[in-house]
């Protein structure tokens, strides 16, 4: 079946700008998550949505990423004011359910350049 | 929380020979631990897992990994390394009631022919 996909696979924005990233879950998993990973570092938790519950925002670096998830299914990373720190690959991952006991299927992401 | 650490950042192995890539962990109960592999321009696919029993799980394309309670670690190992395991290799820790799954900063592996 499907895997997660992502896209835009590449985006190049200028400092400043917003920019809006997009998850597509594999089908019938109730948990997603949004990772970030930049060169050379692992992968940094950012958010976790969970069924219809609030999500888990405790990663976000700050006010100025946001996400979220309609109807249970796809997902938006958004990015405002973007800055060259946050240029990175920002990867997405489902699961069937939500705690850390379940495999994370993840997308190829998607590559973030700020200039 | 749980944490993971991979203290090899790079290995260089030669084709054919062995393989152990090093992972320890900090979580006081008993966690679940994965092992990922990113291969260049792919997304992260899952290797093996534990959560409970034999402590040597078996993974796909010829992995294992080991876990050991006293060492708090989990290194994946391979018999005989292949030019195609070049990739990056993450560990992870989850727990049961716990969202987020802890990632290492990864190992590269160079297989060299």
């Known amino acids: 079946g499907a895997g997660v996909s992502q896209s835009p696979s590449n985006k190049v924005t200028e400092k400043g700008k917003d920019v809006e990233l997009r998850c597509d879950p594999i089908s019938g998993h109730t948990a997603l998550y949004w990772y970030r990973q930049s060169l050379g570092q692992g992968l940094e938790f950012l958010i976790y949505f969970q069924g219809n519950s609030a999500p888990d925002k405790s990663g976000l670096p700050s006010d100025r990423f946001s996400a979220e998830r309609t109807g249970g299914s796809v997902s938006t990373l958004t990015i405002q004011r973007t800055q060259q720190e946050d240029s990175a690959v920002y990867l997405c991952?489902?699961?069937?359910?939500?705690?850390?006991?379940?495999?994370?299927?993840f997308g190829p992401g998607t590559r973030l350049t700020v200039t | 929380a749980q944490s993971v650490t991979q203290p090899d950042i790079h290995i260089t192995v030669s084709e054919g020979a062995s393989l152990e890539l090093r992972c320890n962990y900090s979580y006081g109960a008993t966690p679940y631990l994965f092992w990922y592999v990113q291969s260049p321009g792919q997304g992260l696919q899952l290797l093996l897992k534990?959560?409970?029993?034999?402590?040597l799980v078996q993974g796909i394309k010829g992995f294992e990994a080991e876990f050991k309670r006293s060492q708090s670690s989990f290194n994946l190992r391979k018999p005989s390394v292949h030019w195609s395991d070049a990739a990056e290799y993450f560990c992870?820790?989850?727990?049961?009631?716990?969202?987020?799954?802890?990632f290492g900063a990864g190992t590269r592996l160079t297989v060299k022919p």
């Open positions: 991952a489902s699961s069937l359910e939500g705690s850390g006991a379940y495999e994370q299927y």
């Open positions: 992870a820790v989850g727990t049961y009631n716990n969202n987020d799954m802890r």
């Open positions: 534990y959560f409970s029993g034999d402590t």
